[in-house]
């Protein structure tokens, strides 16, 4: 669009020409052919036959004078091809067409000055757009691909913190596992085999029925540490006792849990408020002056809730930090909405919608 704006403006440069000549029939054919020649050169999709029709141009304009009143726009579409070409052209055209350039008028000569330089400038102007144009394009382009690296590195982040969470999770596991394995499971197993051979020793039938009443007590007992080691599985985390441990590891200030939730919480849900909530701890650290810390988990029909505000002053706080972006992109991987607002204090608030 540039191009045909300069190209126009020079033809109606080369109009005011009729002040030197009159509009016959050959000022109506130089304009034609100037018009066709600067939208071929547009339209070309090789540079040689533009190039070839332009000195053919320069040499008509030699011979036929009225080609001379549209010279510059020609020019300028020459330029638009190729830079240098048009700048031997018309250096040669006008120096073998000085005398007669002179012989019409003076003043004419310098009129033509004036429009292959103007000619010119416009070019340079155009050629610098348009390479600023690529630059911003490029530029474009270059940031939106960071952006989809950043993004795709913050999900690797986001699925690290997941596994750290996960390992955890299986190391207490198993050390609860061997612990009760280890020292409850075989004294509760030794008390079993001390009962039995009372019950097959002791002859007093006084004693019978409270052997067998603890003897049932054990086995009921031996059978639930039985099934407590084996739920010990990822889903059984404790959302709850993880929230207290990040409390009671949280010197900075004092922080209260307001806990209503139920048991039965998919491993997502569990994962996300335990990362979200070590995540604000972690802020409030870095970046507040808060005096104290309330951290609210809710379970409604339809959907869970957590809310963690703080009573500090110094709010200034980067919304767009990666912190709080890992909050905003795990709680949208759940389906969820995340509201963050610092009108008296920082307040985070998260609902997550059950599946």
């Not at 002859?203 to 019978?208: H, L, S, W």
């Not at 870095?286 to 505000?309: G, K, T």
């Not at 607002?341 to 998260?350: D, E, K, Y």
Request: hydrophobic letters at 45%; glycine letters at 6%.
């Amino acid at each position: 669009m540039r191009y045909f704006q300069d190209v126009g403006l020079l033809i109606m440069l080369c109009m005011l020409s009729l002040i030197f000549t009159q509009a016959d029939g050959a000022f109506v054919f130089s304009f034609l052919l100037c018009v066709s020649f600067c939208c071929f050169c547009y339209v070309a999709d090789s540079r040689l036959l533009p190039c070839f029709l332009g000195i053919a141009y320069a040499a008509a304009a030699c011979f036929f004078q009225s080609l001379l009143f549209f010279f510059p726009p020609a020019v300028y579409a020459l330029l638009y091809v190729h830079p240098y070409i048009p700048l031997l052209c018309a250096g040669g055209l006008y120096l073998w067409r000085l005398k007669a350039l002179l012989g019409i008028s003076g003043s004419f000569f310098w009129f033509e000055v004036f429009g292959l330089v103007l000619a010119f400038v416009l070019w340079r102007n155009a050629s610098a757009f348009e390479r600023l144009s690529k630059e911003s394009v490029k530029m474009q382009d270059d940031s939106r691909e960071h952006s989809l690296l950043l993004a795709e590195r913050n999900k690797t982040l986001l699925a690290n913190q997941d596994y750290e969470i996960y390992t955890a999770t299986l190391k207490e596991r198993n050390r609860i596992a061997r612990e009760i394995h280890d020292n409850v499971g075989h004294i509760l197993s030794r008390s079993i085999l001390m009962v039995g051979a009372l019950k097959v020793v002791g002859g007093e039938e006084a004693i019978r029925p409270m052997l067998e009443n603890l003897d049932a007590s054990l086995n009921s007992a031996m059978d639930s540490i039985r099934s407590s080691v084996h739920d010990l599985h990822e889903e059984s985390i404790d959302l709850e006792q993880s929230i207290r441990s990040l409390i009671r590891g949280f010197s900075f200030c004092s922080a209260d849990l307001e806990y209503d939730m139920g048991t039965e919480l998919p491993p997502e849900v569990k994962y996300c408020f335990i990362s979200i909530t070590k995540e604000a701890l972690s802020n409030i650290m870095r970046h507040s002056n808060a005096q104290h810390v309330q951290i609210l988990m809710r379970e409604h029909p339809a959907l869970y809730q957590l809310c963690i505000e703080d009573n500090g002053t110094r709010l200034k706080r980067n919304a767009g930090g990666l912190g709080l972006t890992n909050m905003q992109e795990r709680v949208q991987t759940l389906g969820g909405n995340i509201q963050i607002t610092a009108s008296r204090g920082f307040r985070i608030f998260i609902t997550v919608p059950k599946k």
